[in-house]
């Protein structure tokens, strides 16, 4: 493998980001000279605890959230379990879940868990999703039901990028008594959050999709939610998660949060357009190419594209000889013998899920390297369909 | 990602013998589109049995199309019968090897080999008529047998690897690990599925078949009062008709089926159908 060559087209932003330079800088004093405890009574640990306090600030500037409803976890998947088994602690007698088909596995697997590990004790509701990967409110709103501890939709979609109407939902839930949490990894940085005016009582973060190293998390929980903590021991976190702060990657997480507030108009106009340009050049280059995924509500940065009758990981070893960086649908790909459960759940037919790729950007891509996918690209699928005893090209 | 063997990606991106023979001797079509995998083989065979050319067309990820090339390379210039003994482990071992995970692929190979050379000699094979077990799939239990005894598999995990059984909805994991039990612990069993890779012409099947009717399952039938005749052999079809008790036996279509047919598979040819005289 090649380490941080100049010319890999990096273009898997939601599997994960390149930590930014500014974010390395502010995390490597705490990683050589400053070593500190933050919880010592010291001062030179009690620096430390300054500057996780600093970055408590940012992440909850980034999101219009007060400081305290911050805690640090050490992943998204942390965050979630966490929110989704604290609703079911504060309310033991409430035996029924709302999610979506197409949530990340961090929720999917936890709710599949809790139907089949507690034998049943659980009912989910997994709501559906149309062919461009849109909820129905009105099966949302039967599906609220008295007996519902949490609901629990991701705000967008890290395959297709397709963005869920969480503010309208929380209010709905609210409206009824239901906690509501949202897996937010791969929405903070690129949508505009304010969860002072909104009825989210849990929202879940990932360091490594927005620039700042893996190993760091958030779980965002409103003020006044009842929480019973996952993780106990130490009262660090005001007692909401036990263990010693990974204070390194929580300056990063401050730092990159910051980061993400000046780049947001960046991320919604120039990595937008360059998007745009690579996805407009692919569907008009290559024939039997189409969108997954509503082309509107979508991340500014997303594009998953099927080519019909190749199948994905084929495609991804052929870009990989041109150092072009994405990923795949394809059962192949997706480490089970079955195409991905989203693009399952929205419909597209077998012959589209399995050359399906996901092209997602950040604001290190440039209009070159969008020019040298789309470029790239034909060729590639041109070959592999001459290959395919499908293809009647 | 996927750790390939330098020979998997050299076939991956140079692949052999893409294409599709026109007239081909035998065809081997295996997988489907649903699947996320597919092999159409076509192979040329000479006068003396000799495969001339081999042709691949494959649906499927790096593993499967470089498979499907080295296979091809291996069976050109072989006879029928020595390419009918490469099996899916060879295909592997000439690839340097494959992720287990992707065991599978090498098994499509081998399949479509075995469905050319079938198709060659006009013959069906017996692997499609067992009990579908992995419905996402359509994976049978003759073939989920054949791989734990072929590949001297342990584990449900492994069944999944080499079949992609079991890697759908994973219903039928119980009956996996049941079928699964059951094979390793009666092993000493002869593998029976294997295909008698022996041409026969009509006649020198026609006589196999009245020696085994008259020396293995007459006795038997004749003992209960009954007998059977032999009326016609069309191709695989075996016309019989039954005599005697046997004819008027509510279990007559079970004595055509489990006793006559399974042993004249079993000694004559594997993909007889015996079938009874209308």
């Not at chain 2, 295909?91 to 599978?104: D, S």
């Not at chain 2, 690990?177 to 294997?194: D, G, M």
Request: negative net charge.
């Amino acid at each position: 493998m090649t380490t941080a060559n100049e010319k890999v087209v990096y273009m898997d932003n939601n599997a994960t980001t390149r930590v930014a330079p500014e974010v390395v800088e502010a995390m490597m004093p705490y990683l050589t000279d400053s070593y500190g405890n933050p919880s010592s009574m010291h001062t030179f640990g009690g620096q430390v605890g300054d500057a996780v306090r600093t970055a408590r600030q940012k992440v909850a500037a980034l999101l219009g959230a007060e400081p305290e409803e911050i805690t640090f976890t050490s992943c998204g998947t942390e965050s979630d379990s966490t929110a989704i088994l604290s609703a079911l602690r504060t309310y033991p007698e409430k035996r029924h879940v709302i999610t979506t088909r197409v949530e990340h596995p961090a929720v999917k697997s936890l709710c599949e868990n809790l139907e089949t590990v507690t034998g049943h004790k659980y009912k989910i509701t997994r709501l559906k999703v149309d062919s461009d990967g849109m909820l129905d409110m009105s099966e949302y709103e039967e599906a609220l039901a008295d007996d519902t501890a949490i609901v629990s939709v991701m705000w967008a979609n890290n395959e297709t990028g397709v963005i869920f109407p969480v503010e309208e939902m929380a209010r709905m839930a609210r409206q009824r008594g239901i906690l509501f949490h949202t897996d937010a990894v791969q929405a903070v940085g690129k949508l505009d959050i304010n969860l002072k005016e909104l009825d989210i009582d849990f929202l879940s973060l990932s360091g490594h999709k927005l620039h700042a190293p893996k190993g760091v998390g958030v779980l965002y929980i409103k003020r006044g939610t009842v929480f019973v903590p996952f993780l106990t021991g130490g009262h660090q976190e005001s007692g909401r998660r036990g263990g010693t702060e990974n204070v390194a990657s929580i300056v990063a997480l401050g730092r990159a949060c910051e980061l993400a507030g000046e780049k947001m108009a960046e991320e919604n106009g120039r990595v937008k357009k360059l998007r745009d340009r690579l996805e407009e050049g692919l569907l008009a280059r290559v024939p039997k190419s189409m969108l997954n995924g509503h082309k509107t509500s979508r991340l500014p940065n997303t594009a998953n594209i099927s080519f019909e009758y190749v199948e994905g990981e084929a495609i991804l070893l052929h870009m990989n000889q041109h150092k072009i960086c994405a990923s795949s649908g394809s059962a192949c790909t997706s480490g089970s013998l079955e195409p991905s459960h989203v693009l399952r759940a929205m419909g597209v037919p077998f012959t589209a899920a399995h050359g399906s790729i996901r092209f997602s950007l950040s604001v290190y891509n440039t209009e070159e390297e969008v020019d040298f996918v789309v470029d790239k690209m034909p060729a590639i699928i041109e070959s592999l369909r001459k290959m395919s005893p499908f293809w009647k090209g | 990602m996927w750790e390939y063997t330098d020979k998997v990606q050299q076939h991956f991106l140079n692949p052999r013998n893409v294409g599709e023979i026109d007239k081909p001797s035998g065809t081997g079509d295996v997988g489907s589109l649903a699947c996320g995998d597919a092999l159409k083989l076509t192979l040329k065979i000479n006068n003396d049995d000799i495969i001339t050319e081999a042709k691949f067309k494959t649906f499927g990820c790096a593993s499967a199309i470089a498979s499907s090339s080295v296979l091809t390379e291996m069976v050109i210039g072989k006879s029928v019968e020595e390419a009918g003994k490469i099996t899916n482990q060879d295909i592997a071992n000439a690839l340097g090897g494959l992720p287990k995970e992707k065991m599978h692929c090498s098994v499509m190979g081998r399949e479509a080999l075995e469905a050319a050379i079938a198709d060659y000699r006009g013959l069906v094979l017996p692997m499609a008529e067992g009990q579908v077990v992995c419905e996402c799939f359509g994976v049978t239990d003759l073939e989920i047998i054949r791989a734990i005894k072929e590949s001297s598999l342990r584990s449900v995990e492994e069944i999944t690897n080499f079949t992609k059984a079991g890697g759908g909805c994973g219903k039928c994991e119980d009956k996996l690990r049941e079928i699964l039990q059951n094979t390793v612990s009666s092993k000493s069993e002869a593998p029976v599925l294997k295909i008698k890779p022996k041409r026969m012409t009509s006649l020198q099947k026609i006589k196999k078949i009245e020696e085994v009717l008259e020396r293995e399952i007459r006795p038997g039938l004749r003992k209960d009062g009954g007998d059977i005749e032999l009326i016609d052999v069309d191709g695989d079809f075996v016309i019989v008709s039954l005599r005697g008790a046997c004819k008027s036996c509510h279990k007559s279509q079970t004595t055509i089926k489990e006793y006559v047919e399974k042993k004249l598979r079993e000694l004559v040819l594997e993909s007889l159908i015996v079938e009874e005289e209308n």
